[in-house]
T-cell receptor, first 114, second 112 residues
Framework: DAGITQSPRHKVTETGTPVTLRCHQT?????MYWYRQDPGHGLRLIHY???????DKGEVSDGYSVSRSKTEDFLLTLESATSSQTSVYFC?????????????FGPGTRLTVT | DAKTTQPNSMESNEEEPVHLPCNHS???????IHWYRQLPSQGPEYVIH???SNVNNRMASLAIAEDRKSSTLILHRATLRDAAVYYC?????????????FGKGTKLSVKP
């Protein structure tokens, strides 16, 4: 257990509304990631963070923004949700100690945009 | 990151060994070979990784070909809980991004 929680775990929202998903970690890891997973695709990177206030775009960042004001929290915001953003969203962390190579994933948030 | 090729699906019987293959013919010398699995309705879970030598941990073993162009994840005694999608991923370290690039993986079914 890498101490990663995601909230909410499930959400249904209407097209055009803003949505914020939260990823919380308890172990002060520097690197955090947001992925989305859709049928027929593997996980795809949306945004990532390499420290407080340090973020960058991933492969599928259009329509998403992120913020990281504290080490433990990484927020993903859909400014105006669209049906194409219906997906399962996973947060991950990556330890940076010597020899660390693995990533740990949260339980996911299932988002439905109607 | 170099590409990997895995079978779409495999079947196994409970309590028998399972060998999950992965081809990565374009692997570079700095690519680590990672395996993750994803159980139904859960996030991916780290299984094992290696560079050149075979590796063992409590979950599985990783056998890496001498030319590193293929590898095999070995589950020594499959249980029903091992039914999952298994992803083979190559990763170079040292860059600032560090994300994993997932393919479609191998869906493992385990029969009682």
């Amino acid at each position: 257990d890498a101490g990663i929680t995601q909230s909410p775990r499930h959400k249904v929202t209407e097209t055009g509304t803003p949505v914020t998903l939260r990823c919380h970690q308890t172990e002060n890891h520097r690197y955090m990631y947001w992925y989305r997973q859709d049928p027929g695709h593997g996980l795809r990177l949306i945004h990532y963070s390499y420290g407080v206030k340090d973020t960058d775009k991933g492969e599928v960042s259009d329509g998403y923004s992120v913020s990281r004001s504290k080490t433990e929290d990484f927020l993903l915001t859909l400014e105006s949700a669209t049906s194409s953003q219906t997906s399962v969203y996973f947060c991950a962390i990556r330890p940076t100690g010597q020899g660390a190579r693995e990533q740990y994933f949260g339980p996911g948030t299932r988002l439905t945009v109607t | 990151d170099a590409k990997t090729t895995q079978p779409n699906s495999m079947e196994s019987n409970e309590e028998e060994p399972v060998h999950l293959p992965c081809n990565h013919s374009t692997i570079s010398g700095t690519d680590y070979i990672h395996w993750y699995r994803q159980l139904p309705s859960q996030g991916p879970e780290y299984v094992i990784h290696g560079l050149t030598s075979n590796v063992n941990n409590r979950m599985a073993s990783l056998a890496i070909a001498e030319d590193r162009k293929s590898s095999t994840l070995i589950l020594h005694r499959a249980t029903l809980r091992d039914a999952a999608v298994y992803y083979c991923i190559l990763k170079v370290y040292g860059g600032s991004q560090g994300n994993l690039i997932f393919g479609k993986g191998t869906k493992l079914s385990v029969k009682p």
